[in-house]
């Protein structure tokens, strides 16, 4: 609470969660960032930190943090994505989002249906903007699509041999 839903879930409940980073000579002690990072972002941190050389093609999809940690510098991401094409037991079912500004899409893959939030007027996202706002609701969609075919992201499809 405040935050919608939980572990596992799309919504902010279940992808929003704190994180401490503590490199001693580098960081500043209760120095608080607020720019969105996602967990595929520490494979490349932790190279980086080590002064080891980044592996670009292991770690395509996160960006390191040590310009947010050195000198609090944006890492000027234009968007995160989440892809989740199955289900888990906690009830919610295969979905996808972006995040882009103040913005975020999640995509139900059931029915594709859609809901869209303003994360900076709304974090327990219980306004859905869609309705009021399809050119970015639109504009979202494309970009999520986009993202998962550059990713090769794999869609779940129908079980043929399912009965109600």
Request: aromatic share 10%.
């Amino acid at each position: 609470f405040p935050l919608r839903a939980g572990k596992g879930w799309l919504y902010e409940g279940g992808i929003r969660v704190p994180m401490i980073i503590k490199w001693p000579g580098v960081t500043r002690a209760a120095s608080l960032c607020s720019e969105p990072v996602i967990s595929t972002d520490f494979y490349p941190t932790m190279l980086e930190m080590a002064g080891l050389p980044l592996m670009p093609s292991q770690h395509r999809h996160g960006a390191s943090l040590v310009p947010l940690l050195k000198d609090g510098k944006s890492l000027g991401r234009q968007e995160i994505f989440w892809h989740y094409p199955h289900y888990n037991r906690k009830g919610d079912t295969p979905a996808g989002a972006v995040r882009a500004g103040d913005y975020k899409l999640i995509e139900f893959y059931e029915d594709n249906r859609t809901e869209l939030y303003n994360l900076k007027t709304d974090r327990s996202e219980t306004h859905d903007l869609g309705a009021r706002m399809p050119g970015k609701t639109k504009e979202l969609q494309n970009t999520l699509h986009r993202w998962r075919r550059q990713v090769g992201g794999r869609m779940p499809k129908p079980n043929p041999d399912y009965r109600n």
